[in-house]
């Protein structure tokens, strides 16, 4: 078994492997099983990373009410607009990433029961 590099991404694989682990080029005869578990693997990733993106952006949102809360004296007089302009950046990030995440998370569902709803060879309707 050698470490090639992959013809489509140049990252490094093995030259046994039929689908780069990288960027999903087939690289030998594969399987439909084989490219929906690929297609899983990066899926449950994406949404990983998400979510991981998702705690930094409500940290982020804390950090500006912090702020917030600092620069105005305890609540007792106005605040900058910084403070502001951040939470409010961070909250439609926010937003944004929870949109990502729900669509992923429903192709995730879609992958899920066309794994599960597959005939197997021989079966008939």
């Not at 690289?27 to 439909?32: D, L, Q």
């Not at 669509?103 to 008939?124: D, E």
Request: proline residues 3%.
């Amino acid at each position: 078994m050698a470490i090639i590099a992959c013809p489509e991404c140049h990252k490094k694989v093995s030259s046994h492997a039929p689908i780069c682990t990288h960027c999903g080029f087939q690289m030998g005869a594969v399987s439909a099983e084989q490219l929906n578990i690929f297609r899983m693997r990066k899926l449950r990733d994406k949404i990983y990373h998400l979510n991981i993106i998702s705690y930094a952006v409500i940290t982020l949102f804390l950090a500006a009410f912090g702020w917030y809360w600092w620069d105005s004296g305890g609540f007792e007089h106005q605040s900058s607009a910084g403070p502001f302009v951040l939470m409010g950046l961070a909250a439609l990030a926010y937003l944004y990433v929870r949109g990502l995440l729900f669509r992923s998370r429903r192709s995730q569902k879609v992958l899920r029961q066309k794994q599960f709803t597959r005939l197997k060879p021989g079966q008939k309707l």
